[in-house]
């Protein structure tokens, strides 16, 4: 039996931070309701896999789940989310404090109806503060931790394409989450679990930051190249680009050896650790370039595998779902019966295996509202009841 069998989720995330929280929830057993407006909320649409249809966050973020439309800001709407939360164990919202108020969702508004309910909120900034009331993406805690500049180069700060900001935020949700529901096996105190993009950015990019306080460094973007090893960085090859990282001392010889003037590294005092060599990578640098440009990306990832070297060929995104890894480990799951979808969507199923209690993608994404009916019979609606709201436009 899957480790949160019997659990049941609220989720009214938007995006990526909250709804993915409650995603991996739901990979691990737990049934989740998505709670959305009528006509479906912004993420659903977002890089959209056929005319018209839902897009690839939504793929993302929503297998597993059951689909509930209606308006929470409505007298009736609020009756059914009274109700939902009265079943419920968890309850995830990603919005800002004062909105978590008017709608009710605040955690002092959910615990009068079930006192053991766990609220998981996920807010750009916190509950305090000056920047409370601000909203935010994933760009905006890139940008405000530092990693843009880093990631960039002076004058040009880049951010990453991967919204590490958001999926960090929504596993460190998702882990507090699970230690409010062993304190409430132990307890029965249900709590709020809060979890921020500006927290979570800064915990990400951290070791750069303690440098900067005690140092005072004021390190600038190098791009590719790692400042605090080498070498360490993305070189062009024949036929596109590898990237090659290397720390420590035993994979400095071994890049040494490789590289076939093995005495030349070896003894130069400037390179006897990865902070010098950070420093003074200029000559090592030239040297990979100069090795990787004789030789076609799969040939300079042989031998740097057989020489025991971290290496990957920057992939292409189809060179990524293809690669032979992916399909050895099952970390892909075939999405394909999904109405109007034209061909299979390739979804990255639960990035953890649990070697007893499994977890993971089971069922496609839910079409909008197509649990409605369901789950208000469930809670105790009549038939006429739920077609009354449906008519009047609250579901």
Known sequence: M??????????????VAGPYCATLLGYLGAEVIRVEKRDG????????LFDG??????????????SVTLDPASAAGREIVRRLVATADIVVVNLPPAALTSLGLDYESLRAIKPDVILATQTAFGDSGPYRDRGGFDGIGQAMSGAMAMTGTPGHPVKAAAPYVDFSTAVLSAFGTLAALIHRMRTGEGQQVQTTLQGTALSVFASHLIEQSVTQRNRVGTGNRVQ?????????TRDGHVLIHVVGNGLFRRWARLMGDERRWLDEPRYQSDASRGEHSEAIIARMRDWCALRTSAEATRELEAAGLPASAVNTLQQALDDPQVAAMQFIKLVSDYPGLPRPAHVPDFPVHLSVSGGGIERRPPTLGEHTDEILGALGFAPSEIAELRASGII
């Not at 909320?41 to 959209?48: F, S, T």
């Open 2 to 15: 899957s480790v949160l069998h019997g659990i049941r989720v609220l989720d009214f995330g938007r995006y």
């Open 41 to 48: 909320g912004e993420d659903r649409y977002i890089a959209p």
């Open 53 to 66: 249809g839902e897009g690839g966050v939504f793929f993302q973020t929503a297998c597993n789940k059951k």
């Open 228 to 236: 605090t090893s080498a070498p360490s960085d993305v070189f062009a």
